[in-house]
C-alpha cells in the first residue's frame, strides 16, 4: 500500500526495569514511498509556473525560473543566499554561467541526475562545485587548495553575483 501504520509504545525504566506506559500508545502512519515520491515531485515541480519564486539569470542573460526551497536543499550556495535576501521573488545573475551550464545545473537539480557528453563534465563539475550542488561537491585535501577556493569564493560573492528585485545590474 501506499502507507502503513504501526503501533508504536514508549516503555519507560524503572528501577532498572523496563515498564511499558499505556498513558503514552501512539501509532506510527508513515508512507511507504515517501523519499522516490519526494524526487519524483521535484522533477514535476519544475514545470508549475505558479510556484516558481526565483529566477536565475545566465551570463548569455537567458532566465529560467525556479523554486528556492529546491535550490536551497541542493545547494548551500543558494541557501546562503536565499537566507540573506528576503524578497519575495529575487533575481540572481550569475556571472560566468552560460544557458548550458544553468541547464545542466537544473536538470541535476531537480532529477538527481544528469546525462552529460564527456567533453562537458570536466565544466559541469566545476560548475557544481563554485555552487556547492549536494552530491558533487568535494573538500580540498591541503591549505593551499582551500585558501584560493576561499579567495574565489570571496570574489564570486562579491563581485560575481548580483541579487536584485527584479532588476540585472
Not at 538527481?112 to 562545485?129: P, T
Request: glycine content about 4%; hydrophobic content about 35%; some cysteine.
Amino acid at each position: 500500500g501506499m502507507f502503513e501504520i504501526k503501533f508504536c509504545c514508549w516503555f519507560q525504566q524503572i528501577a532498572g526495569k523496563l515498564v511499558f506506559n499505556k498513558m503514552s500508545e501512539k501509532f506510527c502512519v508513515e508512507w511507504n514511498d515517501f523519499h522516490s515520491n519526494v524526487s519524483k515531485s521535484f522533477s514535476l515541480l519544475r514545470n508549475e509556473d505558479y510556484l516558481h519564486d526565483v529566477t536565475i539569470v545566465s551570463d548569455d542573460n537567458e532566465q529560467i525560473a525556479v523554486h528556492k526551497l529546491v535550490l536551497s536543499t541542493c545547494s548551500e550556495y543558494f541557501k546562503s543566499i536565499f537566507m540573506k535576501n528576503k524578497h519575495s521573488h529575487p533575481l540572481v545573475c550569475l556571472e560566468g554561467v552560460s544557458t548550458n551550464d544553468l541547464r545542466n545545473m537544473m536538470d541535476y537539480i531537480y532529477n538527481g541526475e544528469l546525462q552529460i557528453f564527456q567533453e562537458d563534465l570536466d565544466r559541469f563539475l566545476n560548475v557544481a562545485q563554485r555552487f556547492k550542488l549536494e552530491g558533487l561537491i568535494t573538500d580540498p585535501d591541503d591549505d593551499a587548495d582551500q585558501e584560493v577556493n576561499g579567495k574565489e569564493t570571496e570574489h564570486f560573492n562579491n563581485k560575481e553575483t548580483n541579487v536584485q528585485d527584479g532588476y540585472r545590474t
